[in-house]
């Protein structure tokens, strides 16, 4: 199983930001998908989450009104819009694989290596 995001970089407050994730090695629609970021010195934290038909979708209080999961199938591809970006937003973003879209780290099962997303003041 490979997860792989891409997207990140540096953005000012107030801008956007997508981010991907290609998945290949497992049957990607059977997947519930998630983001979650780890800031440093903090714990890794849910962002948002997305059952495998993408019809049902969840998301952390901080970012809720700003930040839309969403996934292509054919392309075995989960997106992260984030809009309105704060300072505080800075973070590594992870993406994952589990069989259900729930907001803890144990229920998935694969992980990428993360990418960077910088947001200055």
């Known amino acids: 199983v490979q997860l792989v995001e891409s997207g990140g970089g540096l953005v000012q407050a107030g801008g956007s930001l997508r981010l991907s994730c290609v998945a290949s090695?497992?049957?990607?629609?059977?997947?519930?998908m998630g983001w979650f970021r780890q800031a440093p010195g903090k714990e890794r934290e849910f962002v948002a989450a997305?059952?495998?038909?993408?019809?049902?979708?969840y998301y952390a209080d901080s970012v809720k009104g700003r930040f839309t999961i969403s996934r292509d199938n054919r392309k075995r591809t989960v997106y992260v819009q984030m809009n309105s970006l704060k300072p505080e937003d800075t973070a590594v973003y992870y993406c994952?694989?589990?069989?259900?879209?729930?907001?803890?780290?144990?229920?998935?099962?694969?992980w990428g290596r993360g990418t960077q997303v910088t947001v200055s003041s």
């Open positions: 994952a694989a589990g069989h259900r879209a729930g907001s803890r780290d144990h229920e998935y099962d694969s």
């Open positions: 090695g497992l049957p990607f629609v059977g997947y519930a």
């Open positions: 997305v059952t495998w038909s993408g019809s049902n979708t």
